[in-house]
């Protein structure tokens, strides 16, 4: 047997694991869950700042929820099923707000760069914010 099998296929199964539909929805949560912290990684570097991508609360909640769904339907391990049980809450909630925060930012209305949320002028061109998103103003 060489190294490759003994890694990959010990007992002749992929992995070691005994593989079965359920087996599938928990690893496919691991690797969901997991991947957020590449996401995560990823954006901080790409941007040289603490980031949260909207993408890594996905990867939260679609995790959580396969890994719930596994301990609940599955396993029916009350700790496991109380690790995730209400985890999704945050991230739902922090979608919502990435959403309405993504919503209100302006658009210039000269170069169509997005700008931050209260924001008078564009960053890029340097022309007044206007329409949805932009701050009210009281000044003619
Ligand atoms: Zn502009």
């Not at 992995?15 to 997991?34: C, D, S, Y």
């Not at 993408?55 to 099923?81: C, I, P």
Request: glycine share 10%.
């Amino acid at each position: 047997m060489s190294l490759f099998d003994e890694v990959l296929w010990p007992g002749g199964k992929f992995l070691g694991i005994e593989w079965h539909p359920w087996k599938v929805v928990g690893w496919a949560g691991n690797a969901v869950f997991t991947s957020r912290f590449l996401v995560q990684w990823y954006a901080t570097e790409k941007q040289g700042r603490v980031v949260v991508p909207s993408l890594f609360w996905w990867f939260s909640l679609g995790g959580a929820l396969l890994l719930l769904s596994y301990a609940a339907l599955y396993q029916r391990d009350s700790v496991f099923v109380a690790a995730y049980a209400f985890s999704w809450i945050p991230y739902l909630r922090n979608l919502l707000i990435h959403h309405r925060t993504e919503r209100d930012r302006p658009r210039c209305s000269s170069c169509a760069s997005m700008g931050t949320a209260g924001d008078r002028y564009c960053a890029r061109c340097g022309s007044a914010h206007t329409g949805p998103g932009a701050p009210k103003t009281n000044e003619t």
